[in-house]
């Protein structure tokens, strides 16, 4: 052991490490084949998926700390890191195109297991990562409607039309996936929910099962591991400078270019043109060449099938590229990989043409870059709107044309719903200011919960109160002696001693005759 | 780092350790990953830093009254409204205030300088009484008794076209100097 120890600069280190952690152990079991040169290095797509993986985590916290996952609120919290926020935008572009490069990341990184013929001894490294792929592609489909411009919007739409287009469960899946059968408030909340909880909770259990759970055994024996820390360690130094460069790759473009962000859905002008993420170009492009009903099952089934038919290449057991020629009936994974991989790509580069050779297409592409540009230099507008309904009633004591000016002031929100009273007594009723308040109550009430009773800030409104089920006379005057037992403390104190039994009375039942208006 | 001394060559090597070479290997990940990590950091201090003032922090004023109305020597409460600018959100706040008319109307505020609470005027002692705590204040705002610390907040004022008008803020609470948020 004291031999062993001597190939360590820090020996306690080492023996801390394998004593209480699983650290040495995981580094020992990626091991798999001690390659050396380009092999070697094919192989730091590892390292630089994990970094841009890494970097997603990180960034999308950052952006949860200011983004708001509301029809209201979206686009404008959105706007405010752009444009407010300190390195906001450059944060939200590594967000925004580092999912682009994390996906091309993996399908790289499969591409070198593939090659490597990696998959065949260690299929589950093989389907995590096929699942990883997944997932970072499902991410990237949510996460595009979170910004909730026309962009979002569309893209939006899209995805509820290739939902809906499942044979089958096709209408079942689009009413689950909008929370309805519109897109709604309901939808943006279930998308953010899926981008930021479920789907990240998915790449976190993978990532797991493939360090901690699984053990695959590669090229060389247990003991052969053992030996090759050195080369494990060239390995990580060759993973780290590799992952290093793409984050400066990554980092300059993000500084260079803006993640898009056009004005708000709601103001999108007719013939928008919607666009997809760089990584479901390929997809978009096809739906051109595919008639209706055919295109939404294609653009199901095809994705499912190119991540079935990966996930299951190491059960197909291909043989490896060098004998595929000779064997050319047995090679259907090796056909799959091919077709799916020339498939996307070509899909991908046609996308790019047309768009730049179609002259209508180009025009109105250009047309809606300069509305971004024009949005993005534009000052923030913050959103605007009123917190109480104590103001609105102040001001235009209870008329209704003026009551629809207040709220058309605040930002407009499809899915709000009238209030439930307005249905039940559409026309004014008693008058609040018929009968004055105690005096007893504009001495110790009045301050928090207004001169009519109509409440300020956190202070709540008594007026209605009484319409409450079982808020009597007496259960109001109980309210005041022990407001702890209604949950009210600190911010109400008791008035046991404060006010007199008549007083009390009072106070409760002219609360309790404070009726609605409108 | 030549690729003939890496794989498999390197088995051989292992029994005569190159120790400035291995702590160059260990450098090199450790150097990047501190590379990117503060660059992140930086940025992610910049994000979450707290702004001290909103970005059109220009001074805005309500309107309390019509100076014509303000008479008596009483305190008269008032409710105002108020514009709240804070990161994304544009907020009308409603808030009371109490001008003094005998005090040049001296215009104060109803939040009790102890925890926050709206303070009421009681015209049998001619103080001001905070509910919640029993804080007193005397007239003219200056602190009577009670746990609070401070008299009642006076707020900026002006007059235009005959009406009374307010700069509506708020001060940290608990505190004997008077600091001002925002």
Not at chain 2, 23 to 43: H, M, N, Q, R, S
Request: charged share 20%; hydrophobic share 40%.
């Amino acid at each position: 052991m004291a031999e062993a120890e001597e190939r360590y600069r820090y020996p306690w280190l080492h023996r801390w490490l394998s004593r209480w952690t699983t650290l040495t152990d995981i580094e020992r079991s990626l091991i798999d084949d001690p390659e050396s040169g380009l092999k070697a290095w094919a192989r730091t797509t590892a390292g630089v998926v994990a970094m841009l993986l890494a970097l997603q985590i990180v960034t999308g916290i950052l952006l949860g700390f200011y983004y708001v996952p509301s029809t209201e609120s979206a686009h404008t919290t959105v706007a405010y890191v752009e444009k407010v926020v300190p390195t906001g935008a450059w944060l939200r572009s590594l967000h925004h195109y580092g999912s682009q490069w994390l996906t091309l990341a993996l399908v790289l990184h499969l591409a070198q297991m593939f090659w490597r013929a990696s998959y065949r001894r260690r299929p589950v490294g093989w389907i995590g990562s096929v699942l990883l792929l997944l997932l970072v592609l499902a991410e990237g489909a949510t996460g595009y409607s979170l910004p909730w411009d026309a962009r979002a919007f569309f893209g939006t739409r899209v995805t509820e039309g290739i939902a809906g287009g499942l044979p089958l469960v096709g209408s079942w899946s689009r009413r689950w996936l909008l929370g309805g059968m519109e897109i709604t408030p309901i939808t943006l909340a279930r998308f953010f929910a899926l981008h930021t909880l479920v789907l990240p909770a998915l790449i976190f259990m993978v990532t797991a099962l493939r360090l901690f759970v699984f053990r695959e055994r590669g090229l060389v024996s247990e003991a052969e591991e053992r030996q090759l820390e050195r080369w494990m360690h060239q390995q990580i130094a060759r993973n780290a400078v590799v992952a290093g460069l793409v984050f400066i790759a990554l980092s300059l473009y993000a500084a260079r270019y803006y993640a898009p962000l056009g004005p708000a859905a709601d103001t999108a002008a007719p013939g928008y043109l919607p666009r997809p993420g760089a990584q479901f170009l390929w997809l978009f492009q096809m739906l051109k060449y595919l008639p209706g009903r055919a295109a939404s099952i294609v653009a199901v089934a095809l994705p499912a099938l190119i991540i079935t038919g990966l996930a299951m290449l190491p059960f197909l057991n291909p043989p490896p590229l060098r004998r595929v020629m000779a064997h050319p009936r047995r090679n259907m994974g090796v056909v799959l990989f091919v077709l799916g991989f020339t498939l996307v790509t070509g899909m991908t580069i046609m996308a790019y043409v047309k768009d730049a050779t179609d002259p209508l297409t180009r025009a109105q592409l250009s047309r809606q870059e300069a509305e971004e540009a024009a949005f993005r230099a534009a000052p923030f507008v913050p959103l605007r709107s009123r917190t109480s309904e104590s103001v609105i009633d102040e001001e235009t004591d209870g008329e209704e044309t003026t009551e629809s000016n207040n709220t058309a002031t605040a930002s407009p929100s499809p899915g709000a719903s009238p209030p439930p009273e307005a249905s039940v007594s559409p026309k004014p009723s008693t008058q609040v200011s018929a009968t004055r308040p105690p005096a007893a109550y504009i001495t110790h009430c009045s301050g928090c919960h207004g001169t009519r009773g109509q409440g300020a800030s956190i202070y709540p409104r008594l007026i209605g109160v009484s319409s409450k089920p079982r808020r009597t006379v007496e259960d109001l005057i109980n309210m005041m002696n022990d407001p702890a037992s209604y949950g009210l403390d600190p911010l109400m104190p008791s008035f046991a001693t404060k006010l007199s039994e008549s007083e009390k009375r009072e106070i409760a039942e002219w609360t309790a005759a404070l009726k609605k208006r409108r | 780092m030549p690729d003939s001394d890496s794989g498999k060559s390197s088995r051989r090597e292992e029994s005569s350790p190159d120790r400035g070479r291995r702590d160059f290997l260990l450098l090199i990940p450790l150097g990047i990953f501190a590379g990117v990590a503060a660059t992140i950091a930086t940025a992610a201090f910049r994000y979450l830093r707290p702004t001290l003032s909103s970005p059109s922090s220009q001074p805005k004023w309500s309107n309390v009254s019509p100076v014509s109305e303000l008479k008596g020597e009483k305190p008269i409460m008032r409710s105002i409204v108020a514009e709240h600018q804070a990161g994304w959100a544009s907020t009308m706040e409603e808030h009371f205030v109490y001008v003094l008319p005998n005090q040049n109307n001296k215009v104060l505020s109803s939040v009790c300088p102890h925890e926050g609470c709206n303070v009421a005027w009681r015209d049998d002692v001619n103080e001001f009484f905070c509910p919640c705590h029993d804080s007193y204040f005397a007239a003219d705002g200056s602190r009577i008794n009670g746990p609070s610390r401070r008299g009642l907040d006076p707020l900026p004022t002006r007059e235009k076209d005959g009406v009374l008008q307010v700069q509506y803020q708020t001060f940290v609470n608990n505190t004997e100097e008077r600091i001002a948020r925002g």
